[in-house]
């Protein structure tokens, strides 16, 4: 096998006479699974990378074979700190938006988008302005030419119009409570 050469280009030889070797020592020693054999023998070849005196290794198979015992038994020792996992905790990690909770969502919005432009049009610019924007009540009422207690105003039935478009069975109570007033 080539192992002449200097530096990186011998350690780029070393690679390519030694890994599947070393990816084949490592599921013999039971490493892991495939991924981790990979990830480890990635790992051997980065530490021999980063060691520059690879002229000194005279056994490049043993030592690289060294190596991933090393990495392979620091593997080993991290997962064995590592906090087990049970299968039910996975149900705990399913996305909270599930495919009906979406399209629940977006028939709100589009309720939502139809309820405001129902509202008239100074109504809509002062929601606009004071969300939207963060614009305050004092700026929105100079420029749209009214008074502050009128921008108020046009919030409160706002809201209100928007409470009973967005939720119809407001209307009823509404209503009772009004004729309950006249009573």
Known sequence: MATEGRGPSKVGNWFRDWQRPLRRFLARQRAGCAADIDDIAQEVFLRVLRYDRSELIDYP???????????????AMRSSRRMPHH?????EL?????????VEREAL??????????LPPRSREILRLHFAED???E???RRLGVTRKI?????????????????PTLVGESTRQAAGKTL
């Open 61 to 75: 198979q043993a030592y690289l074979f060294k190596i991933a015992s090393n990495v392979s038994a620091e593997w």
């Open 87 to 91: 299968s039910e905790w996975l149900t």
């Open 94 to 102: 399913v996305d909270a938006l599930s495919p009906e909770v979406e």
């Open 109 to 118: 919005d589009e309720r939502l988008h139809a309820a405001v432009n129902a």
């Open 135 to 137: 614009v305050p009540h």
């Open 139 to 141: 700026e929105i009422a």
């Open 151 to 167: 921008v108020k105003r046009d919030i409160a039935r706002a809201y209100g119009a928007l409470r009973i478009s967005l939720d």
